[in-house]
């Protein structure tokens, strides 16, 4: 399985490979921002990017699947010996030089992009998801709902239902999101998981607190598909090495949609 950081500021969109992703994690990172982590396992585009570095959150985020590969682009110094501890393989371009190259269209650092081939033959296949998602028919109940707005203190997320197309349509701050080849950013299902985000032990180069989103333990969540909301939806993920389990207020599964899903990690009311 493949997990590549994607940089997430306005220089960096338009995104090149989101949509061949089989699910986008978004993060909160310093001040405000977010960052997104796409997960690849089914399909690998022939490019990825624009690639950015990884934060503390990735590590335990990660623990779910069997020796994922990481493409990232650096890190805080005092979390790269934690990478190097990780069940995982770290990929960043001081060990995979080849995977990597500088694009044109944008000015550093957000131009960085990868060639996944380089890292991995061939997607591992669907096996290689072991998130806890259970996919299927719609359950009973939600209500309808078109539009949903999540918002981080420096970035927002506006996800709308698109009947024409049968999917969720992503917005970033405002603007509609599309990739670098001209296609709208889509979702099948849109999980809002709310967790608890506390400050690490790392920061960044201006001294900005790099914040850690807890994704073991159990909290509710808000699950968008086929044009409703779920609102009533509870996870439950016990330890970092377990998927992730979203079940109904009567204890059964909560079915996503088949194709890309987004979980954006909004903080805990």
């Known amino acids: 399985m493949l997990a590549v950081k994607i940089d997430n500021v306005r220089a960096a969109r338009p995104h090149t490979g989101l949509n061949e992703a089989d699910i986008v994690y978004v993060e909160q990172v310093e001040a405000g921002l977010s960052r997104l982590m ?51 393989w770290a990929e960043p371009p001081g060990k995979a030089s080849d995977a990597y190259f500088r694009g044109p269209d944008k000015s550093p650092p957000h131009n960085l992009y990868l060639r996944p081939d380089r890292l991995m033959p061939s997607a591992p296949g669907k096996d290689a998801l072991t998130t806890g998602f259970h996919f299927g028919a719609a359950p009973a109940g939600g209500k309808a709902e078109t ?21 969720w349509l992503v917005a970033m701050d405002g603007t509609a999101a599309r990739t670098t080849d001209g296609r709208r950013v889509t979702a099948g299902t849109v999980v809002v998981q709310y967790v608890k985000v506390r400050e690490s032990e790392f920061h960044d180069s201006r001294g900005n607190r790099t914040p850690f989103t807890e994704t073991v333990g159990s909290g509710t969540a808000s699950v968008l598909r086929d044009g409703r909301a779920y609102d009533d939806v509870r996870w439950k993920r016990p330890k970092a090495t377990d998927g992730t389990t979203f079940t109904t207020r009567d204890g059964k599964p909560m079915n996503f949609q088949r194709g890309q899903v987004w979980v954006v990690f909004a903080t805990a009311p």
């Open 38 to 88: 796409a997960v690849y396992a089914q399909k690998l585009p022939k490019v990825i990017g624009p690639v950015r570095s990884a934060r503390e959150t990735d590590l335990e985020l990660l623990g779910q699947f069997d020796r994922p590969t990481l493409a990232f682009s650096g890190a805080q110094g005092k979390l790269l010996p934690l990478i190097d501890q990780a069940p995982l």
């Open 147 to 167: 539009s949903r707005t999540v918002r981080f203190p420096a970035a927002r997320y506006t996800f709308t239902w698109s009947g024409r197309e049968g999917r």
